[in-house]
C-alpha cells in the first residue's frame, strides 16, 4: 500500500504562484508507485489530469491547459512529488489530488492511478 499526503494549497492571487507538495510513504520501491500524478477537480466538473512524472524524472507530461506555467518535480529521498503552479488564473481554481501508479508506463487515465491522497484546495481570486 502507498499512502499520499497534499500540502501547501491555499489562496492566491490571480497572476500569482504556488506550490503543492506530495509526501509518499509506503511501499515506494521498484515498480510501486513509480508514476505519480497530479489531477484536479473543480466542483461540478470531471476529475482532470494535470501533470504525471516517473521515479527517475526523466519523463515528464501535462495536461494540455497547462501551457508551461506548471511543472512537476520530485524528489526521491523524500519521497515527495512538487507541482509548482505560475500565472495562475480562476480557472485553476480547484481541489488538487496526488495520485500513483504502479509500473512503468505513463498514463493520464484516473483509473489507472491506484493510490489517491485527500486533496488539497487551491483557490485563485481575480
Known amino acids: 500500500q502507498v499512502q499520499l499526503v497534499e500540502s501547501g494549497g491555499g489562496l492566491v492571487q490571480a497572476g500569482g504562484s504556488l506550490r503543492v507538495s506530495c509526501a509518499a510513504s509506503g511501499r515506494t520501491v521498484g515498480s510501486y508507485a513509480n508514476v505519480m500524478g497530479w489531477f484536479r477537480q473543480a466542483p461540478g466538473k470531471e476529475r482532470d489530469f494535470v501533470a504525471g512524472?516517473?521515479?527517475?524524472?526523466?519523463?515528464?507530461w501535462y495536461g494540455d491547459f497547462v501551457k508551461g506555467r506548471f511543472t512537476i518535480s520530485r524528489d526521491n529521498a523524500k519521497n515527495t512529488v512538487y507541482l509548482q503552479m505560475s500565472r495562475l488564473n480562476a480557472e485553476d481554481t480547484a481541489v488538487y489530488y496526488c495520485?500513483?501508479?504502479?509500473?512503468?508506463?505513463?498514463?493520464?487515465?484516473?483509473?489507472?492511478?491506484?493510490?489517491w491522497g485527500q486533496g488539497t484546495q487551491v483557490t485563485v481570486s481575480s
Open positions: 512524472i516517473t521515479r527517475s524524472g526523466g519523463n515528464t
Open positions: 495520485a500513483a501508479a504502479d509500473g512503468y508506463v505513463l498514463v493520464r487515465a484516473a483509473g489507472r492511478y491506484a493510490y
